[in-house]
């Protein structure tokens, strides 16, 4: 019932910047919450940012003061700006939508950040 679309992905070198994008199928100013999560190879999908519809903010230790999420309610879409990116950053990158008591997610967008 929500489609998400991520974008933005690629090879960075360490220290640089992305900006990931999340285009949802149905106006995101009804979603309760977005955010981005990331999967590591080996790893299990963990937490990177969320962003509820009332303003509140969580970003996980390993990002604050790196990556920052918005939202864009006219486009539908969320951002995740990183910078300062490292090689631990590389993962894939998922977008998440919590509509309705349902979590939705996007199909991913690999992020590689090479020393």
């Known amino acids: 019932q929500v489609l998400l679309v991520e974008s933005g992905g690629g090879l960075v070198q360490a220290g640089g910047s992305l900006r990931l994008s999340c285009a949802a199928s149905?106006?995101?100013?009804?979603?309760?919450?977005m955010g981005w999560y990331r999967q590591a190879p080996g790893k299990q999908r963990e937490l990177v940012a969320d962003?509820?519809?009332?303003?509140?903010?969580n970003y996980a230790d390993s990002v604050k003061g790196r990556i920052t999420i918005s939202r864009d309610d006219n486009k539908n879409t969320i951002y995740l700006q990183m910078n300062s990116l490292k090689p631990e950053d590389t993962a894939v990158y998922y977008c998440k939508a919590l509509w309705r008591g349902t979590l939705y997610w996007g199909q991913g967008t690999q992020v590689t950040v090479s020393s």
């Open positions: 149905r106006s995101i100013f009804s979603i309760e919450t």
């Open positions: 962003l509820w519809s009332g303003g509140r903010l």
